[in-house]
């Protein structure tokens, strides 16, 4: 049995067998280490023993996951390992700020005009793309080979419509190849068409600016600013609103992105056994490969294709979004607070040297003043981390601190599952779930809330956000209140 040894009120470590080397860091406060459960606990162990890793980090929402747990940092020096990044390669959050007062969407009939309006310009489901709605972007093979090699370019948002200063919100505007070069892309791209690696890449680019399935989803909301002098002049470099509305998206690279990422996993799998090496703790999900290899260009390479598409994924999700609220609120504005992900590998200085972080369902937290965001519109602040909640009980908006260089520069993406869907979905009981939301007022596209996805599946919000808090990794600035979901549904309201 696997135990956390708490240090302070939301930090401990979970020691190695034999002590064989650093522990592992646990950012939680005991209501969180009481649900971790031994599935999770091993997964991060059996990371941080494998091949090159010096250092894994176990955030509060952590939790069985794709050999890793998801929530977790993962450091190394030397490695790369795909299964740490996850098959949704750069799975983030974006958020954009409208110049509309709350009181202005009080009335359902307007939120369920805006439900319909966003609804005709960015769909939802597996395998839905711009064709299957009526008012979205038209992109061909030879725009999407543009936007998976270039990301965010100038030219890229101009035919897409996006404006060309939200790249500056970006975490990561673009990413270039294993050499950092444009044509390392070109060429790999190439040779995935050539190899027929990603079969139909006319509809995989389609599926731009659109939510996919599962966990991913579009929401309306109502920023509440902490009313606290040491924040204002943060909320107001974010570009925050107090009492305004605002709009959370999560997603990913979608189709483009999976296939990347399984056809990875497949290939290293394949060389696993040429080589005769044994698997990390036995889990093919934990696949790697040394820097340097062909095996770990190719990934590279793949990695930035599929974040390339996230990226612009965002951008255009909320250009589009932006003119839904147009159409129906005539002489609206908005503008990109930020876009930034929790399925990726950077290369980051850790502890002074040049490291791999892998970020399985976590999030960049860097403080002002930090060298990393130099030239950025977050220099003197930090950057925004956008942490998901559920939409009963709110999401927020946080800043980085200091004691975030304990954890790699990282924190937790968001709550969190505390029950898989399954058990969700024959724990937990529809009306009930229903009538929640129509309590709180909150809005959604379908007949029937996803009960997998019910506010209950997910971890207690303000445990987590406490955790956090409380270790000093971060802090709030702002809530985000929803007032409609938009989710993937088989039985749409039109």
Not at 19 to 42: H, M, W, Y
Not at 333 to 346: C, K, P, Q, Y
Request: overall charge negative; charged content about 25%; hydrophobic content about 35%.
């Amino acid at each position: 049995m696997n135990t956390i040894h708490p240090t302070d009120e939301a930090l401990g470590f979970l020691p190695l067998p034999a002590s064989e080397g650093k522990p592992i860091t646990v950012v939680a406060n005991e209501a969180i280490r009481n649900g971790f459960d031994d599935t999770c606990l091993q997964q991060a162990i059996n990371s941080r023993l494998a091949p090159g890793v010096t250092d894994v980090v176990l955030n509060p929402d952590g939790h069985a996951g794709y050999g890793a747990p998801i929530g977790c940092v993962m450091v190394s020096p030397t490695h790369i390992y795909p299964g740490p990044v996850g098959v949704d390669i750069k799975c983030s959050m974006s958020l954009l700020q409208l110049d509309i007062p709350e009181d202005v969407i009080t009335d359902r009939r307007v939120r369920r005009a805006l439900i319909k309006a966003i609804t005709e310009r960015t769909p939802t489901g597996a395998g839905r793309g711009q064709r299957s709605v009526k008012k979205g972007r038209r992109i061909g093979h030879d725009l999407g080979a543009k936007v998976v090699t270039e990301g965010a370019s100038e030219a890229v948002c101009a035919e897409l419509g996006i404006p060309a200063h939200w790249a500056s919100r970006c975490e990561d505007s673009f990413h270039r190849g294993h050499d950092g070069t444009l044509d390392a892309l070109q060429e790999r791209l190439e040779l995935i068409l050539t190899e027929k690696r990603v079969k139909h890449f006319g509809d995989k680019v389609g599926q731009l600016g659109s939510y996919g399935g599962g966990n991913h989803f579009g929401e309306c909301e109502i920023t509440r600013v902490i009313d606290r002098p040491s924040l204002q002049a943060t909320a107001e470099t974010f570009g925050l609103r107090d009492g305004h509305v605002s709009f959370l998206s999560h997603c990913g690279s979608r189709g483009f992105g999976n296939l990347l990422a399984m056809a990875q996993f497949k290939d290293l799998e394949r060389r696993f056994e040429t080589w005769n090496t044994p698997y990390p703790a036995n889990d093919k999900k934990l696949v790697y490969a040394p820097l340097g290899t062909p095996e770990a260009n190719a990934y590279l390479d793949d990695m930035a294709l599929g974040s390339n598409f996230a990226t612009v994924n965002h951008l255009l999700i909320n250009a589009l979004v932006l003119e839904a609220f147009q159409e129906v609120l005539p002489g609206a504005t908005g503008n990109l607070v930020s876009f930034i992900s929790h399925n990726i590998a950077r290369e980051e200085l850790v502890d002074g040297k040049k490291s791999w972080v892998h970020r399985k369902g976590a999030t960049r937290a860097v403080p002002g003043g930090h060298f990393s965001l130099k030239d950025t519109p977050f220099a003197e602040t930090g950057h925004p981390i956008l942490l998901p909640g559920n939409p009963r009980d709110g999401s927020a908006v946080m800043v980085a601190r200091g004691g975030a260089e304990r954890t790699a520069w990282s924190v937790n993406h968001g709550a969190g599952r505390q029950m898989g869907r399954r058990h969700a979905a024959r724990t937990l009981d529809q009306k009930t779930v229903d009538a929640d939301f129509d309590s709180n007022d909150i809005l959604f596209n379908s007949r029937k809330y996803p009960i997998d996805e019910a506010p209950d599946a997910y971890k207690d919000f303000g445990e987590v956000l406490h955790s956090v808090e409380a270790a000093g990794l971060a802090e709030s600035v702002a809530r985000l209140d929803a007032r409609f979901v938009i989710k993937d549904s088989a039985e749409a309201d039109d």
